[in-house]
């Protein structure tokens, strides 16, 4: 055998277009399953035929054009990858252009990779066969996206959005160009510093592992940073519930008070002869017995004060707040959970019973009963199905990392609500699901009873 041909830089670099194309596929596919689809079942299992196909056409025109056309059909590879990846999943444009280049390096680096071991492979044996090149490329493209699917699905969050910004995108495109011009730039010429008149392929595998490596480190610390972000506003809402909850307290005393004084009021109407003053005092007592029929009396104090501010938000809202609930098996419940877990239920409800025009369905139920050794929470709201990210007749479980999208524009800032009660819920052993059935939203939380 001839190893000097087989060895020189135009040999070297010519790997067989169809395990080019694998790669890239290989390399989306690896994200296909682990981001989130827009689609399931047999048309994402045609989804992926359709992406393997498209490919290796073009990886077998792409090689049949001369070597000056070679720039031009790797961007048009990253391009068809991009748009696989976008049909495919459930994400946005700049989120999609941090996965591609992912992606892409990825493919790099198993192509290198087997390329520098078919060489080597080669060399051992002595023969080069169209099955010894096919067994090597079985066993690196096995080994390397298998290992790497299981670091990055630890690594990607799955049911939300990345939100990346512009400025984060251009970084992770240069460092994906970066790794690609320096491991590819010895193919191309060797009158550069940069480049390797020997060893070629070590340095083409090393540097594309290196520019993976560093793709995932970054998404690994962005990660972490967003994880942090989620935790503190999450907290802040904990914080800001309580908050609410300790003034409403001071505020129903002072109503409670007010109430006692009712005999004054009796007393200005009895000795009021002016018909206007007469009226405001009438009015004031109006009023007052509202602000009465309000008071909540369930067996729980801290729920007694956030159903009372909840329930007069509701009535100068024009909505009708019915609870039927048994306080005292929250006990066992703590005070800063109980003001997440209700004043988030009753805000969300609210915020989108509020945007109802019709009166008769401006209306919001909640229930707390217990059974089977658990705490069962409901709350119950029509909805306009625009502002429910939920399949019609659709119920889900959810933890606190997959949750329904929230329609607000600001992703990133809005849809901590949900969250924070998905984890009031994990906290005590139970879990939330939410169902959308007839117009109606449903919000279920379940907690494990600890009296």
Request: proline share 2%.
């Amino acid at each position: 055998m001839d190893f000097t041909s087989f060895l020189n830089p135009a040999n070297i670099q010519d790997t067989p277009r169809l395990f080019t194309a694998i790669a890239e596929w290989l390399a989306v596919f690896v994200y296909f399953n682990i981001y989130k689809r827009r689609h399931h079942g047999w048309f994402f299992v045609g989804q992926c035929a359709l992406t393997l196909a498209v490919l290796v056409v073009f990886q077998y025109m792409a090689g049949i054009l001369p070597i000056g056309f070679w720039i031009p059909t790797m961007i048009g590879a990253v391009a068809l990858m991009y748009f696989s990846l976008y049909l495919v999943l459930d994400i946005k444009p700049k989120d999609c252009g941090v996965i591609t280049t992912h992606a892409f390096v990825l493919a790099e680096f198993a192509a290198s990779l087997y390329k520098q071991l078919h060489v080597w492979a080669v060399w051992i044996l002595n023969l080069e066969s169209l099955v010894l090149s096919f067994a090597v490329m079985l066993v690196v493209f096995t080994l390397t996206y298998v290992v790497y699917f299981h670091f990055e699905r630890g690594n990607m969050p799955t049911q939300r959005n990345l939100n990346v910004t512009t400025k984060e995108l251009v970084s992770v495109m240069a460092t994906g160009i970066g790794a690609f011009i320096m491991s590819n730039i010895s193919f191309v010429t060797t009158q550069t510093p940069f480049s390797a008149t020997e060893n070629m392929l070590y340095v083409r595998t090393l540097v594309d592992f290196g520019g993976l490596l560093m793709l995932m480190t970054e998404m690994g610390r962005r990660n972490e940073m967003a994880a942090k972000n989620d935790n503190d506003a999450i907290n802040m809402l904990f914080q800001k519930q309580y908050e609410q909850y300790k003034l409403a307290i001071d505020n129903s005393e002072a109503l409670r008070k007010e109430m006692h004084d009712m005999k004054h009021y009796v007393m200005a109407l009895k000795n009021e002869d002016d018909p206007a003053k007469r009226a405001e005092v009438l009015d004031d007592m109006e009023q007052a017995i509202a602000i009465q029929e309000s008071f909540m009396n369930t067996g729980n104090r801290v729920l007694d004060v956030i159903l009372t501010t909840k329930s007069l938000q509701c009535q100068k809202k024009g909505i009708t707040l019915n609870a039927m609930i048994d306080g005292d098996i929250l006990a066992g419940i703590h005070v800063k959970d109980i003001c997440s877990l209700f004043g988030n239920v009753i805000d969300n409800a609210i915020e989108a019973t509020q945007m109802i025009e019709e009166k008769e369905k401006r209306l919001i139920t909640l229930s707390v009963r217990s059974r089977n050794k658990f705490i069962i929470i409901e709350c119950e709201n029509y909805s306009d199905p625009s502002s429910v990210r939920l399949k019609k007749n659709q119920r889900r479980i959810f933890g606190s990392d997959d949750l329904p999208k929230t329609t607000k524009r600001d992703n990133v800032k809005h849809g901590y609500g949900l969250k924070s009660i998905a984890q009031v819920a994990e906290k005590y052993g139970g879990a939330m699901n939410c169902s959308y059935e007839d117009g109606w939203f449903k919000v279920k939380v379940l907690l494990a009873n600890r009296d």
